[in-house]
């Protein structure tokens, strides 16, 4: 892939985001149109389109960390459940939806893309989730 993808650009600091934690090989932030509060994007550094083609490593560096973040998300959020999606379609970088919710309706409800993102929100939920 010879371009950077919106999140290698907001890895590189091109593009601002409510990071959440990072470590050498791993990213992860609030999705700006969150379908519930704490929707947290995970995706490695590495720029790598479709899941299945990661390494072996990366794979196992990217899941163990979204592991991670989900325990961290149920815990702070006092929510039972962290539902997880790998959909691949709407960005080049491989990318894990994290999505708390306590019942499946919010799990499956929508998010809203024709609104500006409430940043204001977004930093304060940011805050009390960052690592």
Not at 42 to 56: G, R, S, T
Not at 62 to 80: F, H
């Amino acid at each position: 892939m010879t371009n950077d993808s919106i999140f290698t650009k907001i890895i590189n600091g091109d593009i601002p985001s409510h990071k959440i934690y990072e470590d050498d090989d791993v990213f992860a932030f609030l999705d700006i149109h969150p379908v519930q509060p704490g929707h947290t994007l995970v995706i490695p550094k590495k720029q790598v389109e479709f899941v299945w083609d990661l390494d072996d490593e990366t794979y196992a560096k990217l899941t163990a960390a979204a592991k991670k973040i989900a325990l961290r998300l149920r815990e702070v959020l006092d929510v039972p459940y962290v539902g997880e999606q790998i959909i691949g379609v709407d960005v080049p970088h491989t990318h894990i939806h994290l999505i708390p919710f306590t019942n499946a309706a919010e799990f499956h409800s929508e998010s809203d893309q024709s609104t500006e993102p409430d940043h204001a929100a977004l930093a304060k939920i940011a805050a009390s989730l960052s690592f």
